[in-house]
C-alpha cells in the first residue's frame, strides 16, 4: 500500500467529491430518520497541505491550488458549492490556520460527514494504512456514534450491512492502486445491494481510458442495480497526456431530485476548474429512475 492521499488533498477530484459528498449528506438528512455513513476507504480525515508538500520526496508540484485554491474565495459559487467551501474554512481554522488567503488545512470525507452528523446518525470509518488509521483514531477516536476501523473497507461492508437503522449511505474511495479495483467495487456493491437494497451507495472512480469506465460502467448495469447516476468531471479529453483526465461518483438509489440539484454544481465546477476546452461535465442515468 504505497498510496498516500496526502499529496492530493484538496485537488479538483476531493473538491468534486467533496462538494456532492455534503450535497448527497444533506438529502439524505431531509429525512429525520438516522442513517449510518460507512467511509470504506476513509483516509486520515485532516490533511496538513503544508506538510503534504515538505513530504513528498518526489517534490511534485502541490494539487490543491488547482482544485481548492479554484473555488475558495469565489464569491460567485452556487449555494451547494459555497456550503462546501464553508466547511472547508471551518476545517482549516478550527485546527489553526489564521490566514485568510489560502487553506492550509483541508477536510477529508470523515470530517465534512462527522461535521454534518446529527444526533442520530451514526459513522464507521474504515482505513486499511496503520499511519492513516491511528490519525483517524486520534481525531475521531472520542468522539460520540463514531467507530474507526483498522481493516479492509470491502469486507466492512459484508460486516456492517444491514444496519440496524437500515438506512446507509456508503462512500467507496478506492486509491485504485491495484489492477482488479473495479472488480473488487463491483463485487462489493453485489453484497452491499443484497444485503442492503435500498442504501445509499456512492462510488468515485477516476476518468482515465474512457474505455475502462465504460467497461466499469456497463458492469455496473449488468449487476441491474436500483436506479443509478454517473456524474463526471473532465478536466481535459480522451487524447490528452495526462493520466487521469477526471473524476466521477456513480451513486446507486439517490436521493430525489438528486441529479436536478447536481446539474448546476458540475456545471459551475466545470467552469472554475479550468478544464481544457475537450473536458467538461457529464450526468447520465446508468440505469434510470
Ligand atoms: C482516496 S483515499 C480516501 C480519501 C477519503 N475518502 C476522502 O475523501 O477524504 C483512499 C484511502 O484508502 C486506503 N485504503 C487502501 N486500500 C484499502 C482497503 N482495502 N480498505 C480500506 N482502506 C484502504 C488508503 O490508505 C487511503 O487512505
Given amino acids: 500500500m504505497n498510496y498516500r492521499h496526502h499529496f492530493h488533498a484538496g485537488n479538483f477530484a476531493d473538491v468534486t467529491k467533496h462538494v456532492l459528498l455534503v ?25 496538513d497541505l503544508a506538510a503534504a508538500a515538505q513530504g513528498d520526496s518526489l517534490a511534485r508540484r502541490p494539487e490543491h491550488p488547482d482544485g ?4 475558495w474565495a469565489r464569491v460567485d459559487a452556487p449555494a451547494p458549492v459555497a456550503d462546501y467551501v464553508a466547511l472547508v474554512r471551518q476545517c482549516d481554522q478550527e485546527w489553526g490556520n489564521r490566514e485568510e488567503e489560502a487553506p492550509r488545512f483541508y477536510p477529508g470525507s470523515p470530517w465534512l460527514a462527522r461535521k454534518l452528523a446529527r444526533p442520530q446518525d ?46 446507509a449511505l456508503v462512500l467507496i474511495d478506492p486509491p485504485f492502486e491495484v489492477q482488479d479495483e473495479f472488480a473488487q467495487i463491483v463485487a462489493a456493491l453485489r453484497e452491499g445491494l443484497r444485503r442492503l437494497p435500498a442504501g ?29 447516476l454517473a456524474l463526471e468531471l473532465a478536466l481535459a479529453g480522451e487524447n490528452s497526456p495526462l493520466k ?38 457529464r450526468l447520465e442515468w446508468i440505469v434510470p429512475e
Fill in 23 to 47: 450535497q448527497l449528506l444533506r438529502a439524505l438528512q431531509k429525512k429525520d430518520r438516522g442513517l449510518l455513513y460507512l467511509d470504506t476507504h476513509a483516509g486520515r480525515g485532516v490533511y
Fill in 68 to 71: 481548492i485554491g479554484r473555488v
Fill in 122 to 167: 451514526r459513522l464507521a470509518l474504515c482505513e486499511k494504512h496503520l499511519e492513516e488509521c491511528a490519525a483517524l483514531e486520534t481525531e475521531f477516536g472520542g468522539a460520540k456514534r463514531v467507530a474507526v476501523h483498522a481493516m479492509d473497507g470491502y469486507a466492512a461492508l459484508r460486516a456492517m450491512l444491514p444496519p440496524p437503522e437500515r438506512r
Fill in 200 to 228: 445509499v451507495f456512492a462510488v468515485w472512480y477516476p476518468l482515465t481510458v474512457r474505455a475502462r469506465t465504460e467497461a466499469f460502467l456497463a458492469a455496473l448495469r449488468d449487476m441491474q442495480p436500483p436506479p443509478t
Fill in 244 to 281: 487521469m483526465k477526471g473524476c466521477g461518483l456513480a451513486v446507486i438509489n439517490p436521493p430525489w431530485q438528486f441529479d436536478q440539484e447536481c446539474k448546476p454544481i458540475l456545471e459551475w465546477l466545470a467552469h472554475a476548474l479550468e478544464p481544457a476546452p475537450d473536458g467538461g461535465a
